[in-house]
């Protein structure tokens, strides 16, 4: 692309006749394709303007939708931490049932234990009484 | 007619009283099971799954949103390749422009500036 000052050396050069309204310039044919080469340019300089801020919109875009995900990740994130500290108060809770039944499980065997003891002096007592009573009565029937 | 009671009699009587009295009046083994304390547990673990459950739905939600605005974005990207394609087009016309424009001759560069000032007077 030609500077602009490059080609209004060239202009000067052209001695313009001015009437009215009209200006008309006698230019060299290189100098001519330059102009034309510049303003063929331009116009497409301006349709990629137009697209590039298309474009930049787009991208704009796309910003704002990650940022959307992104934000919405953390929140998952925070939720899942949650998720994993009720797990952790869940599984404190049932280590805390477990003692509980462990030690429940603990006084069962006592009082199983207990209650065999008794069971034994039961038997041995109904037996020794059964035989005292025998006794008495053979003693008793002998007289 | 009264009968006496003999001494076997009354020690078998006494000997069936005492059964009885036992199997009546043996107390009941207290075993405390802190039932209390468990079912509170348990009530609490329930409440702690559901708010899990909660959260759960929570973040199905969201990822419901993510998902979606994971293909806006694809259809973005997607716009932003054809913008690219646009670009480098134009910037192949303005090559192959710079080169034509070097071929022509007075007439045709006369013509191509008229079409030029055409153009822009009917664009504005």
Known sequence: MTLPV???TTLEETN???KEDSVTLTLHVDDARLILGDLLDYEHVDSLLTIYQEKDSINISIIKKKELI???QKGQIEDYKLKIENYKKLVDNKDTEIGILLA???KLKKEVKKQRRQKRWAIASGVA???VTAIIMGLTLGN | MKKKLDFKTIIIIVLLLGVIGFIIFWPEPEVDYNQDKIDELKEQNEDL???NDS???VISEKDTIIVMAEREVEELQE???IKDSLIQNINNRRDETRDHVNSLDGNDITRGINDYIRRNKSGN
């Open chain 1, 16 to 18: 313009p006749e001015i």
């Open chain 2, 79 to 81: 716009e932003v390749e």
């Open chain 1, 70 to 72: 992104i934000n919405t």
């Open chain 1, 6 to 8: 490059a080609s209004m």
């Open chain 1, 104 to 106: 429940n499980i603990e």
């Open chain 2, 55 to 57: 959260l759960s739905n």
């Open chain 2, 49 to 51: 799954l559901a708010k």
């Open chain 1, 129 to 131: 009484g059964t035989v």
